[in-house]
């Protein structure tokens, strides 16, 4: 796994397919539409789950895409930018 940012994580699978682990809704939306409008990237499909008292989405990457890419990808958003969007629906500080 390898955090880019925060409330953000990026994990490579042993069957080349990748997970991306989204700690907010709006920010989830906000990594969507930057990889499909920005990187012509689409997650194959997303899924989300309780850890707690926290929902974590995931965005599932088929094989089409390379960990790394996806990577390279997100590390190119503006941290600032993160946490503006991470705050409007959270009052936790980093």
Do not use: H
């Amino acid at each position: 796994m390898k955090n880019l940012a925060p409330y953000i994580v990026v994990r490579p699978n042993k069957d080349e397919t990748t997970d991306v682990y989204i700690n907010d809704w709006e920010l989830f939306d906000f990594v969507d539409d930057y990889l499909t409008e920005n990187c012509d990237v689409e997650f194959e499909y997303f899924s989300e789950s309780k850890k707690e008292k926290k929902t974590i989405y995931t965005m599932c990457f088929s094989n089409k895409y390379e960990a790394t890419k996806i990577e390279q990808f997100l590390s190119r958003l503006d941290i600032e930018k993160i946490k503006e969007i991470y705050s409007l629906n959270n009052t936790t500080n980093i």
